[in-house]
């Protein structure tokens, strides 16, 4: 089955700063790349997600990328502010959704 | 629309004791998925309903079990409780095409004690 692996599993940076998020997938099948916030006590909610035809996809100040060659797919957040620390899950999905183990992203004002 | 729903929203139980955890999913999504929450290693897939069918299991002993019903309510069991089973129970729903967007309830805080 599908194994998604995700790093770093804790990332701290300053305000402003960028932070990049890594996950790589096993299945060569997943076609499907979500990235899911999940804020203290709150359930995961969906950020951004990409699908294999594309390489690159954009919201604001949140990118992902996808190189489906190397199985690896990232999260780019720029100019990060306070509101945007939380716990960033990666999945993949060749049907049913697979889950990275998080990384936990502060945010220092 | 209302959002996916969880009952109950905690529960303690004694080990050995069995528990049945429910999930009412959005209006006309077809498709519920469990997962399991504890620190440290993320959201681990339990297993997938569509039209009352499981149609993907991950790595869980036979313990847990789920089933969906006609109106694509579902339910989980785990029977035979052990201390590890604490965790967080969080359900999500889809249309039903795999590739959308997962939607996610506030979750079952179960706690074995």
């Known amino acids: 089955g599908e194994n998604v692996e995700q790093h770093p599993s804790t990332l701290s940076v300053q305000e402003g700063d960028s932070a990049v998020i890594k996950c790589t997938y096993s299945?060569?099948?997943?076609?499907?790349f979500p990235w899911y916030k999940q804020e203290l006590g709150k359930r995961p909610q969906l950020i951004i997600d990409?699908?294999?035809?594309?390489g690159e996809k954009k919201d604001q100040r949140i990118a992902v990328t996808l190189n489906k060659t190397a199985k690896h797919f990232s999260l780019h957040i720029t100019e990060t502010q306070p509101e945007d620390s939380a716990v960033y899950f990666c999945?993949?999905?060749?049907?049913?959704?697979?889950f990275g183990t998080g990384t936990r992203l502060q945010v220092f004002p | 629309k209302a959002g996916v729903t969880q009952t109950p929203r905690y529960l303690i139980k004694t080990r050995g004791q069995q528990v049945t955890l429910s999930c009412s999913p959005i209006?006309?999504?077809?498709?519920v998925s469990w997962y399991q929450q504890t620190p440290g290693q993320g959201l681990q897939f339990l297993f997938e309903?569509?039209?009352?069918?499981?149609?993907n299991k991950g790595n869980f002993p036979g313990r847990f079990s789920g089933r969906q019903f006609s109106n694509s309510r579902s339910e989980m069991n785990v029977s035979t409780l052990e201390l590890g089973d604490s965790a967080l129970y969080l359900c999500?729903?889809?249309?039903?095409?795999?590739?959308?967007?997962?939607?996610f309830g506030q979750g079952t805080r179960l706690t074995v004690v």
């Open positions: 999500a729903s889809r249309p039903g095409q795999p590739n959308t967007e997962a939607f």
């Open positions: 299945d060569s099948a997943s076609n499907y």
């Open positions: 990409i699908r294999s035809n594309v």
């Open positions: 999945a993949a999905s060749p049907l049913e959704l697979i």
């Open positions: 209006s006309g999504h077809r498709s």
């Open positions: 309903y569509f039209s009352e069918t499981q149609r």
